[in-house]
């Protein structure tokens, strides 16, 4: 099967843009599951509660959920995006995952990073797992990956494959999924932005790029440019994941001693 | 206060030799923590039980243990050392934390390693911390670093440096330090050894050197070569550990969110 990710800068607040740049990508992929980055749609930095309500959207009716469900069933592919969701008066930092026959599930970003922490609730559904023709996708949004929990969990729940939108900011991401990877046995695809955004009176921010993909054996199949633009697709081995011995004494979750942990 | 580590090559069953070798070292080093290899008096590869029962030792009365001892009361410093501990006919794959007042504690490694599991009983007291006037010292041998679990549960318990006797084979864990730091925001002291053993029918093991001290900020203080015998001394600023703030929105353990970790 062949995974890929779409690496490259939204512009702000254009949600049709930023939709049709993707769709552009999709179309002309050979690939069975694509990763976009987190909030691919709206761009990052908000500034205001009420640039979030108006940039975000109802799941599964909203702009480009509909959009993107619609590319996957006439693709018939499998595709993570990360956007803005909008629930009840809630916002969420969220990402849909779609398929040939429509939404299969949305994830709620767990930890919130700084500043999302004005813009967004946290996620309140947990991390899930969906059984797909693929192999088993579980999602986390960027900073969840800073909590080892996240990755746990989904690896726990049967994850083969950890899809990871991303704005990545801080450096030490894309080494540090070769540890997630490795502990848990998991393939993942980190799909992270590029450029800067520097809105109102806020910090600027650099994006780090370097969208990657990793092996359950720690392998960087694949880590991307810094600053370019890229679609990425690999062709990976799956069931790789499902193979949790390390060895013919150690397997990974077996060996877990839960008694002894906090 | 300056921690450290020795690497080093032990000479498979000949404890003396060993202990006599890290013995001249300390006595040189100007430290407050040192930490040194995993097995460092008795060696790595076992090939029988009845070896194994030979070359493991009663805490704190065993040869090994003792002289620990004397040598931390006499330079005033605080020592973690593997070594293999007999307890009421089982064995242990263990450390000791030792200080300028005796033995302070005793860690029985959680996850066993391949052949290990011939050799010794896992590992039946979990992860303890004890504070010390350096800071809290946790300990970690070797292959618990694979199961985030282990540093995760040293650091929620208030590590401010984990000491990490380590007979490292896989490439993996240098790095993967790295993140086991960042993600809990201690300090790690890794020592691992050097050289090569083959006994009896056994494959031949390399170990891959590179003991490590890593920052909470994720930085590589300094990693050892990968062959040569070292032993490596630096200052610390152990309160930084005692900071689990990221930025003034996220704090590593109050953004947890236990009610969705498996």
């Not at 192999?135 to 949004?141: L, R, S, Y």
């Given at each position: 099967?062949?995974?890929?990710?779409?690496?490259?800068?939204?512009?702000?607040?254009?949600?049709?843009?930023?939709?049709?740049?993707?769709?552009?990508?999709?179309?002309?992929a050979?690939?069975?599951?694509?990763?976009l980055?987190?909030?691919f749609?709206?761009?990052?930095?908000?500034?205001?509660?009420?640039?979030v309500k108006?940039?975000?959207?109802?799941?599964?009716s909203?702009?480009?959920?509909s959009?993107?469900?619609?590319l996957?069933?006439?693709?018939?592919?499998?595709?993570v995006?990360?956007?803005?969701?909008?629930?009840?008066?809630?916002?969420?930092?969220?990402?849909?995952?779609?398929?040939?026959?429509?939404?299969?599930?949305?994830?709620?970003?767990?930890?919130?990073?700084?500043?999302?922490?004005?813009?967004?609730?946290?996620?309140?559904?947990?991390?899930?797992?969906?059984q797909?023709?693929?192999?088993?996708i579980?999602?986390?949004?960027?900073?969840d990956?800073?909590?080892?929990?996240s990755?746990?969990?989904?690896?726990?729940?049967?994850?083969?494959?950890?899809?990871?939108?991303?704005?990545?900011?801080?450096?030490?991401?894309?080494?540090?999924?070769?540890?997630?990877?490795?502990?848990?046995?998991v393939?993942?695809?980190?799909?992270?932005r590029?450029?800067?955004?520097?809105?109102?009176?806020?910090?600027?921010?650099?994006?780090?790029g370097?969208s990657?993909?990793?092996s359950p054996?720690g392998?960087?199949l694949?880590?991307?440019?810094?600053?370019?633009?890229?679609?990425?697709?690999m062709?990976?081995?799956v069931?790789?994941a499902?193979?949790?011995?390390?060895?013919?004494?150690?397997?990974?979750f077996?060996d877990?001693?839960?008694?002894?942990?906090e």
């Amino acid at each position: 099967m062949k995974v890929s990710f779409y690496q490259f800068a939204p512009e702000f607040g254009n949600i049709k843009h930023n939709l049709r740049k993707a769709e552009d990508v999709i179309a002309s992929a050979a690939t069975d599951l694509i990763v976009l980055p987190e909030l691919f749609n709206t761009g990052y930095q908000f500034i205001s509660k009420k640039e979030v309500k108006s940039l975000s959207e109802k799941i599964p009716s909203g702009f480009t959920t509909s959009a993107i469900i619609k590319l996957s069933v006439k693709k018939n592919i499998h595709i993570v995006a990360g956007i803005a969701e909008n629930n009840k008066g809630k916002t969420y930092n969220s990402a849909v995952l779609t398929g040939p026959d429509g939404l299969i599930g949305v994830y709620r970003k767990t930890h919130l990073f700084y500043e999302e922490k004005l813009w967004f609730s946290p996620g309140d559904m947990g991390f899930k797992v969906w059984q797909t023709p693929l192999g088993n996708i579980g999602i986390m949004i960027c900073f969840d990956w800073f909590f080892p929990e996240s990755a746990r969990t989904l690896a726990l729940r049967g994850t083969d494959i950890i899809a990871h939108p991303s704005n990545l900011i801080l450096p030490h991401c894309p080494d540090a999924m070769v540890t997630r990877c490795i502990e848990n046995r998991v393939f993942a695809v980190t799909a992270n932005r590029i450029g800067s955004e520097q809105r109102g009176d806020k910090e600027k921010l650099m994006f780090i790029g370097k969208s990657q993909i990793t092996s359950p054996m720690g392998e960087i199949l694949y880590r991307a440019s810094e600053d370019k633009e890229e679609l990425t697709v690999m062709e990976i081995a799956v069931e790789k994941a499902g193979d949790k011995n390390l060895n013919s004494f150690n397997n990974l979750f077996n060996d877990r001693k839960k008694e002894f942990y906090e």
